[in-house]
């Protein structure tokens, strides 16, 4: 029953932002910094999303978390490689995924 409570909770705390973004005033959001810095926000949280799930890994024997280098880090430099040269979204997705499958199958 507790997580339902604290499902409900935090569907109504999504709601009550996403209602409150509605109150905001135009002028305020046609700013030309808030759109920018929206924009670094973006990016910076999407580069800390992406660094945790590549380099934090659980150790199985201590339960613990550790700074971990695999197939996903060798997955997201080509990755990176196949953005610096402008490929298709799809096909680094695909890329960076066989990259990693196969890694994982080769060790």
Do not use: C, Y
């Not at 909770?9 to 709601?15: H, I, K, N, W, Y």
């Not at 973004?21 to 959001?29: D, E, I, N, T």
């Not at 695999?70 to 979204?89: E, S």
């Amino acid at each position: 029953m507790n997580s339902w409570i604290a499902i409900i909770a935090a569907s109504a705390a999504v709601f009550s932002w996403k209602f409150l973004g509605h109150l905001v005033p135009r002028k305020f959001l046609e700013s030309k910094f808030l759109q920018k810095l929206a924009g670094f926000l973006t990016i910076a949280l999407l580069a800390g999303l992406v660094g945790v799930q590549t380099f934090i890994g659980t150790n199985s024997s201590t339960a613990k978390q550790e700074l971990v280098f695999d197939a996903r880090f060798a997955a997201l430099i080509l990755a990176m490689v196949l953005l610096k040269l402008r490929a298709p979204f799809i096909v680094i997705v695909l890329a960076a995924a066989a990259t990693a499958a196969l890694l994982r199958l080769a060790f």
